[in-house]
């Protein structure tokens, strides 16, 4: 999600934490951001946020997060967030890890956790 708001040159507000559950029932919850992003650190935080208030509810068959009130790139924050210290370094290694990405290609740079 965060690479094709990329791409198009787009940020979004508010993130949207979609579950079926294994009855099928959806169940959905969404928060809006202070400030546009289309960092995907952000969206995974706050998607993780939302996931946590609704684990009990589990077990889930489908898990889907996405982007609205989407705006131009511009309009995302460029600044760190002083409530989290670490915000400005995690946007720095992403906008890295997608600059040797547009360079060497998709498979070029992926985190640790994907190679499980």
Not at 14 to 38: G, H, N, Y
Not at 89 to 104: C, K, L, P, V
Request: charged content about 30%; proline content about 3%.
């Amino acid at each position: 999600m965060a690479d094709r708001a990329k791409a198009k040159g787009l940020s979004g507000r508010v993130v949207t934490l979609k579950l079926k559950r294994a009855d099928f029932r959806l169940l959905s919850r969404r928060i809006a951001l202070r400030e546009p992003t289309q960092l995907a650190d952000t969206l995974y935080r706050t998607a993780s946020g939302l996931f946590v208030q609704v684990s009990g509810e589990a077990p889930f068959r489908l898990l889907g997060v996405g982007l609205s009130e989407l705006c131009a790139a511009g309009d995302a924050r460029a600044s760190g967030d002083l409530l989290d210290p670490g915000a400005e370094r995690r946007a720095r290694a992403e906008r890295a890890a997608d600059a040797i990405r547009a360079r060497f290609g998709a498979d070029a740079i992926v985190k640790g956790r994907s190679l499980r």
